[in-house]
């Protein structure tokens, strides 16, 4: 295998583009064209296809593309290693927005940002792990069950559900709420997806309305601070000025764990991940 071509390749599973990738790689587009054909009969099988009028990778092209990442920046340490330098790449960390914002932020302050760039993926759940398989990213934090085989996870922390209400509300003075006592509210919820679901499956039975979906927890805590509903959120949101945050009993609690890939990482991801596991511990 051609490892120009395979690094050719990784610039345009990046772009999913022609245009940019030739840009990227200051080569023309035919030229860019014949090196990934190249690379295609080497390996044997199409590398992309069409999906409409967008170009998607195959499964075997997603492979091929996380492991010339990886390739590509195994060769940038050992360059670094062999000249004495110090690792200059930067550290991606993929993360939900409630991740990064309640959770992951002192870590980031605290990180070494000179020394080694930092970037950051807004990516949730399942998309940030899969950031991680993909060589796109060093580090993830989910709240995913399953752990996939290829990666290596910490466990961070184990998230409940609380309520948040005005302090005037019936429940203010509550020290925990269960699902029976939520009947007849409005509440702010997510959209489809894990959270809507957990509290759809919890609030069964009971009658319950809509009052706005939203996404984000931000958010949501801010349109219940505006009165159109009351909320249930992850425990580590604190209440806004003026609302309450009332235990919610029967919720299942949520295990946010830190995902690496298990063949290689370098000092920079490295710190971020004993910053990381220190802040929450700590």
Not at 77 to 103: C, F, I, N, W
Not at 227 to 253: E, Q
């Amino acid at each position: 295998m051609d490892y120009e071509h395979l690094l050719a390749f990784v610039a345009f599973a990046d772009h999913m583009n022609f245009t940019r990738a030739a840009a990227q790689l200051h080569i023309s587009q035919p030229a860019l064209h014949v090196q990934i054909k190249k690379l295609s009969h080497a390996v044997g099988v199409p590398l992309y296809r069409r999906a409409g009028r967008a170009l998607v990778l195959t499964p075997e092209g997603q492979r091929l593309a996380s492991f010339g990442r990886e390739v590509a920046e195994r060769g940038r340490a050992v360059l670094d290693e062999v000249r004495g330098t110090t690792p200059s790449g930067p550290v991606v960390l993929a993360a939900g927005q409630g991740a990064l914002h309640y959770l992951l932020g002192p870590a980031i302050r605290r990180f070494p940002k000179q020394t080694w760039p930092l970037r950051v993926l807004a990516l949730a759940g399942a998309d940030a792990i899969r950031a991680v398989q993909e060589a796109r990213a060093h580090l993830a934090v989910a709240a995913i069950d399953d752990v996939p085989a290829d990666l290596a996870a910490t466990r961070l922390c184990e998230i409940g559900q609380h309520v948040i209400v005005p302090a005037s509300h019936r429940l203010a003075a509550r020290r925990a709420v269960r699902a029976a006592d939520l009947a007849g509210e409005s509440i702010v919820v997510a959209p489809a997806g894990p959270h809507r679901t957990m509290l759809d499956h919890l609030l069964a039975g009971h009658s319950w309305y809509v009052a706005v979906e939203a996404t984000g927890w931000e958010l949501m805590l801010e349109l219940a601070r505006y009165g159109l509903g009351i909320a249930i959120v992850n425990d580590f949101c604190p209440a806004p000025k003026g609302m309450v945050a009332i235990p919610l009993h029967g919720a299942p609690r949520i295990t946010y764990r830190l995902y690496q890939r298990r063949a290689f990482t370098f000092v920079g991801s490295d710190t971020l991940r004993r910053l990381v596991v220190d802040t929450i511990f700590g």
